[in-house]
Structure formats: structure tokens, C-alpha cells
């Protein structure tokens, strides 16, 4: 399984309803091997990463799954929004994890 953790560096003032809309738009992909979708805010409890303030996590059945993700027309275009949102790509940090299935 492949968790896809991405926390965004969203500045003052972002647009929060587009984030919202973005939000909704991910979790409403149907892609093969695309399981799970949750999202919130950053409470950075351990003040290790204040400049991301919201962040999103998508479960994948495997890599191959996340690739179909990563290819998919639109995951690019939901993509491109959250740049802007962010102001640029380099406003997002993006883990992947691989996680033992039990």
C-alpha cells in the first residue's frame, strides 16, 4: 500500500473556497487502486512544519495505482490549481510512503 501524503505551503489570505473545491475534486477521482482520501488542516503539534499549513493524503493499493493517479488528466488539472493556490510548485512537499498491509 502507498500512502501519498502531500502538505501544502498555502500563503495568507489563500483562496479557501478553491482549496475546498480542489478537496472535493480529489476525493471524487474513480481510479483503479485509488482507495482513500482524507484531508485537514496542519496542527503541527511538534512546530516541525509551520509553512504547511493543509495538507491531503491519498491511499493506493500499490505504486502502479499511484502512477495511474499521477497520469490521470485530472489529478494534472486539480494539480495545476493547487500550484496556484500555493503560488508555486515548490509550496508542496509530497511524501510517498510505502506501508505494510496487515
Do not use: W
Not at 501524503?5 to 473556497?17: Q, R, S
Not at 487502486?33 to 493506493?60: A, Q, S
Amino acid at each position: 500500500m502507498i500512502q501519498h501524503i502531500v502538505m501544502l505551503g498555502l500563503p495568507e489570505g489563500y483562496d479557501a473556497d478553491e482549496l475546498d473545491a480542489v478537496m472535493q475534486g480529489l476525493a471524487a477521482l474513480d481510479l483503479p487502486g485509488f482507495t482513500g482520501f482524507t484531508h485537514g488542516p496542519n496542527r503541527d503539534l511538534e512546530h516541525k512544519t509551520p509553512d504547511y499549513p493543509y495538507g491531503f493524503i491519498c491511499t493506493f493499493t500499490d505504486t502502479d495505482a499511484l502512477r495511474i493517479y499521477a497520469a490521470h488528466p485530472g489529478h494534472k488539472a486539480l494539480g495545476g490549481r493547487l500550484v496556484s493556490l500555493c503560488g508555486s510548485g515548490d509550496a508542496i512537499m509530497v511524501i510517498d510512503l510505502e506501508v505494510p498491509t496487515t
